[in-house]
């Protein structure tokens, strides 16, 4: 039942293109990963607050499907494993929150989504949820991620940035 609210929530934006509206909060994809956030943080709290919830954000240049330099935002939320020796093994769940319609770079016409992919978001957020009321060994990554229909870009970026962090 919770899925399917969500999805419909989400398909009430109108769309969630990744060039859309930042600033309403009603329609957009700004309006989208507020909602998305307040949620998992809604969520994480009612199950003991261990689920770290945040924006992992970057501007993307001019590419082939952004016309102009674009903030592209992810909403991650983290379930920290329990065991040190298995803490730094990260499991991600993903979906990506953007929308587009048959043009894809057409970032205010109607685009709800609900297919690709409301419903992989909302499955998702749904996993956060009912994971963050339990303890695991690894680390959980639950992410929705923007940018998927201009190439993945939001996915990109934050495996880049783990990769990187290994390292450091």
């Not at 419909?8 to 309403?24: D, I, N, P, Q, V």
Request: net charge negative; glycine share 8%.
């Amino acid at each position: 039942k919770r899925i399917q609210q969500s999805l419909r929530k989400l398909a009430a934006f109108g769309t969630r293109h990744t060039m859309s509206e930042t600033e309403s909060e009603t329609r957009g994809i700004g309006a989208a990963r507020r909602w998305i956030k307040a949620e998992l943080e809604r969520c994480g709290a009612q199950a003991g607050g261990r689920l770290q919830v945040a924006f992992d954000s970057h501007v993307t240049p001019v590419s082939a499907r952004i016309s102009k330099p674009n903030e592209i935002v992810n909403v991650v939320a983290t379930l920290p494993g329990t065991q040190p020796a298995s803490k730094d093994r990260i499991y991600v769940v993903s979906g990506h929150y953007d929308s587009r319609n048959t043009d894809v770079m057409d970032a205010s016409g109607d685009a709800p989504g609900a297919n690709d992919d409301a419903s992989g978001t909302a499955a998702v957020m749904e996993l956060a949820c009912t994971m963050a009321r339990h303890e695991f060994d690894a680390t959980l990554v639950f992410m929705t991620v923007a940018a998927e229909e201009q190439g993945l870009l939001g996915a990109r970026h934050w495996a880049e940035q783990a990769f990187q962090n290994k390292l450091d």
